[in-house]
């Protein structure tokens, strides 16, 4: 079982930068696809980045976060970040960190079914 522990959210102005981190414990930490979904109050948890098992370590994300968001992982430390730079009013969420095994090759990595475990989630605010 992986537990999931997100920290490093917090209320910030639009512009500024913040670095979430996710520490993983309870598994094989290099073996897992890692992502980050957010939820707005009242809409559905979306897909933010995911970064791969894999030694060159391919990196995804939606079109939301290409250009600012930057996920990174330390697998010496069972840990992965998103690197938020540029922040809007609309980045405002509850910030989530997922893995999921690397047997899964269904459904798509930015799809909550593909993905086992979830932390609990940390709150980004920002204000304009």
């Known amino acids: 079982q992986v537990q999931l522990v997100e920290s490093g959210g917090g209320l910030v102005q639009a512009g500024d930068s913040l670095r979430l981190s996710c520490a993983a414990s309870?598994?094989?930490?290099?073996?897992?696809?890692m992502g980050w979904f957010r939820q707005a109050p009242g809409q559905e948890r979306e897909f933010v980045a995911a970064i791969t098992w894999h030694k060159n370590e391919p990196t995804f994300y939606a079109n939301s976060a290409k250009g600012r968001f930057a996920i990174s992982r330390d697998n010496a430390k069972n840990t992965v970040y998103l690197q938020m730079n540029g922040l809007k009013p609309e980045d405002t969420a509850v910030y989530y960190c997922?893995?999921?095994?690397?047997?899964?090759?269904?459904?798509?990595?930015?799809?909550?079914?593909?993905?086992?475990?979830w932390g609990q989630g940390t709150q980004v605010t920002v204000s304009s």
């Open positions: 309870g598994g094989t930490f290099s073996g897992y696809l």
């Open positions: 997922a893995a999921g095994s690397h047997r899964k090759t269904d459904p798509p990595l930015d799809k909550m079914p593909r993905y086992d475990y």
